[in-house]
Structures are given as C-alpha cells and as structure tokens.
C-alpha cells in the first residue's frame, strides 16, 4: 500500500520564479492538505483541497495556489518566489474532509529559493 | 500569531525514564489535539490524540493529558526508548478546520 509521495525531493529555484510541487495521497483517500514547514518551525497550513476545490485555506498570499486531479492528487504552485519561500513543504492525506485529523504526510519537498 | 507553543526546543532523557513533552495553546475553541513524530527525512506521523471532552488518552507507552483550563497538554512516554528520539510537533483545532502546529521538541533517548 503505497504512502504519501511527493516529488520532486529537493528543488532550488532563482527569485522571482514559479515552482509546481506534486503530491500522490495515499491509496483511498480523497483529501489532500499542504503545509509549509520553515527551518525549526512547525508546519503552517497553507490550505486543502476536497473534491478538486480549495475546502479552507490558511494565511497565506495567492501566489500560492493549488488544483487537485479527479484521481485526488494534487499540485501545489508558487508564484514569483521570494527567498523567504525557501522551506520543506509537506503533503498530507486524509479520507473526506471531516477525517483530516488523521493525517498521513508525504516525506516533504526541500525548496530553496535564491 | 502562534496559537500553539512548544516552549522547549529540546529535551533529552535516559532510557527506560519518563520523557514528558509540553504544549501550551491560546485559542479556547481548540477541541481536538495531536501529537505527531517526525524523523529526519520523514514526513510528521500520527502518534496519539486527545479530543477537548477527555483529560487523559493512553496508548501503549504514550498517554496525553490535556488541562483545558490552563490550555495546556503533554505527552508521557514511559519508559524512553532510544528508538523514540525525534521531533514531536504538537497539533491542534477546532472542528476539524486547519490545524496549527507547534515549533516542535526534538527528544534524545540515550541508551
């Protein structure tokens, strides 16, 4: 039963611009959830997607934006990126929208932006 | 605005001792609770929770307690094991919506 798989793993990206992150949920879940995780901080919600539409969002600007497929993967995008976007960014999988607190996360994507 | 604290960046415990890691939360509407492990390289794991209508969860080795009035909750690994030593990220929210996480606590179990 495959898990939570991200890609790419690392990533290193020039000011100014744009990155798409992929994310796979694990088998039968429909909920995907992205956070971004600073160095020495927690992850910060940065919103959910649920039926291929953004469910909630966290304090985020709109350069981040996101889409979920029919087969409830999901991609996250980042536009005119910033050096302080540099993070590991994380994925996570739930079944419905209701289930979210057992989340299962992927490894994460290393972005470094110079 | 951090709504869910881990004052202790680290702890460090003996093997076969009690590990207690602490978090502190602001917002009263919280009403489920988490904590996860994260090893390096790994995405967090769910570990155990605890929902506002309890005080105490247990499973196996690891019990949360949660004390509403002083918005407070921990978790107890008893005894340590070398194999727990990673980062624990507190969680918490309300119905459900966006969870907050805490900076996290990194335990070091030495054998």
């Known amino acids: 039963d495959a898990g939570v798989t991200q890609s790419p793993t690392h990533l290193i990206k020039t000011r100014g611009q744009q990155v798409t992150l992929r994310c796979s949920p694990k088998s039968g879940h429909d909920t995907v959830s992205w956070y971004q995780q600073a160095l020495g901080q927690g992850p910060q919600f940065i919103f959910q997607?649920?039926?291929?539409?953004?469910?909630q969002r966290g304090n985020f600007p709109d350069r981040f934006s996101g889409h979920q497929f029919p087969n409830y993967s999901s991609e996250l995008n980042v536009n005119a990126l910033l050096l302080g976007d540099s993070a590991l960014y994380l994925c996570a999988s739930s079944l419905g929208a209701s289930g979210t607190y057992e989340q299962y996360f992927g490894p994460g994507t290393r972005l470094t932006v110079t | 605005d951090q709504q869910v604290k881990q004052n202790s960046p680290s702890l460090s415990v003996q093997e076969g001792r009690i590990s207690i890691l602490n978090c502190d939360y602001t917002n009263s509407m919280f009403d489920y609770f988490l904590w996860y492990k994260k090893y390096p390289a790994e995405g967090p794991t769910f570990l155990i929770s605890?929902?506002?209508?309890?005080d105490k969860n247990e499973d196996g080795r690891f019990t949360v307690f949660l004390n509403k009035s002083a918005k407070h909750l921990s978790l107890h690994i008893v005894p340590s094991q070398p194999g727990d030593s990673a980062v624990y990220f507190c969680a918490a929210s309300a119905n459900f919506n966006k969870f907050y996480f805490g900076s996290g606590t990194k335990l070091n179990v030495k054998p």
């Open positions: 605890i929902s506002s209508i309890k």
């Open positions: 997607y649920y039926e291929e539409e953004e469910r």
